[in-house]
């Protein structure tokens, strides 16, 4: 947005309240935003206010600008903007004019940053999602859920932290009064592009509805397109680690009950992208931690040994059993090697269920039993054994210890 001086009379109304007005630096449907020097403390600010003239009458759209402030004061995040003040100033219009005093976050929207370079580096596009993430999941712990989470919300600095910004519509799940949901909407409030099915739908959103539009930016960052489908993500993204494309996947499911749970379980699943190889477009080593996978590896009596390894593959799920194929290692992000301890880190790949009693592992049907209180098959032998008359040493079997 260019810059421009403000209108008479806000230069006077705020020197009095301390604060040199500078050029506008963003606006929007509730008004202007102002670069300004808070004297008192040296320091630059940003003054957000609501002067839009198609909006100055509107209450609906009053109470919302009051409510953005206000849900912002209840959070401190380090990927979140803190709020300073906010107040109202008279005669400057037919009706008093709000403001908010807010942090000065000195970057350029994500928006503008995609726009400028097209696709992101993996590794950059994981690390500006991961402070949104972390920013969703506090905003979430107070039951505050965004509703509004796109590119041009998102303030990326010189140095690669990321802010979310602009909660006009967010909602405050909570019956607090004053935080509650802004009635008088037809449908639900947002940026069509970015919006999740049941908000597209007009129905109750969850923060579930924040993770599916987080899911849309990261898509949007690796692949310079903010359209899309659900059903070529693997081929969109192919230069993608599939992990990543898995995430994605998954934050993006049409039906939220099918989405992460968590702003933070999306943000711990994209946590070790962050400095890995930004591609795995060749086939690769890959595991189905499914225990029960038919494909697995089992001894000749059925005991589970391991699972199913993979070395030459891009699928997404197992063709076995339709788990989940994983490919990186969970901490460092290093591909497998067909080993059970990651060589870069030493983090297991995958743990082979064992009796809590006797260590042994483990049938099928005995990985949901309380081996714990009542051994497993092995245990049960050896009991068998010591109480049955002695004729002669017992026969060896294949269970391990």
């Avoid at 957000?48 to 909006?55: L, T, V």
């Avoid at 400057?92 to 928006?111: C, K, Q, R």
């Avoid at 891009?314 to 490919?327: A, M, N, P, R, T």
Wanted: contains cysteine; aromatic residues 6%.
């Amino acid at each position: 947005m260019p810059s421009a001086a403000p209108p008479d009379g806000y230069v006077d109304a705020f020197e009095k309240r301390g604060f040199t007005l500078g050029d506008v630096i963003g606006g929007g449907l509730s008004g202007t935003v102002y670069k300004a020097r808070q004297r008192s403390l040296e320091r630059d600010v940003a003054i957000k206010i609501f002067d839009n003239p198609a909006s100055l009458r509107d209450d609906r759209l009053r109470k919302r600008f009051k409510h953005e402030a206000l849900l912002l004061a209840r959070m401190q995040h380090p990927s979140l903007p803190v709020v300073l003040t906010h107040g109202e100033i008279a005669g400057l219009h037919d009706a008093p004019l709000l403001y908010t005093v807010l942090e000065f976050i000195n970057g350029s929207t994500l928006d503008a940053e995609i726009k400028n370079r097209g696709r992101l580096d993996a590794a950059v596009a994981a690390r500006t999602i991961l402070h949104v993430l972390s920013a969703l999941s506090c905003a979430h712990a107070q039951s505050v859920v965004h509703r509004d989470v796109k590119p041009s919300n998102i303030i990326v600095q010189d140095g690669g932290h990321a802010y979310l910004i602009d909660f006009s519509i967010g909602v405050s799940l909570e019956k607090i009064s004053g935080l509650t949901r802004v009635t008088g909407d037809n449908n639900q409030p947002g940026t069509y592009d970015y919006m999740a099915p049941e908000q597209l739908a007009g129905h109750d959103v969850d923060h579930r509805a924040d993770i599916y539009s987080a899911g849309l930016v990261l898509f949007e960052m690796l692949s310079g397109q903010n359209r899309l489908r659900h059903q070529s993500i693997h081929t969109d993204l192919r230069d993608v680690t599939i992990g990543v494309r898995q995430a994605i996947e998954r934050a993006c499911q049409p039906k939220r009950e099918d989405r992460f749970e968590t702003a933070e379980a999306f943000r711990r699943a994209l946590a070790r992208f962050e400095n890995a190889p930004a591609s795995t477009s060749k086939n690769a080593v890959a595991i189905c931690r499914n225990l029960k996978c038919p494909q697995a590896e089992w001894t000749e009596r059925g005991y589970y040994e391991g699972p199913r390894i993979i070395k030459e593959t891009q699928d997404s799920f197992c063709d076995g059993c339709g788990g989940q194929l994983v490919y990186p290692c969970d901490r460092c992000g290093a591909p497998f090697k067909d080993t059970r301890f990651c060589g870069s880190c030493g983090a297991p790949h995958y743990e082979v269920p064992e009796c809590k009693q006797c260590g042994s592992w483990l049938q099928s049907e005995e990985m949901d039993a309380d081996t714990a209180a009542n051994g497993c098959t092995k245990c049960r032998s050896k009991r068998a054994v010591a109480a049955a008359p002695s004729f002669g040493a017992p026969g060896d079997d294949d269970i391990p210890f």
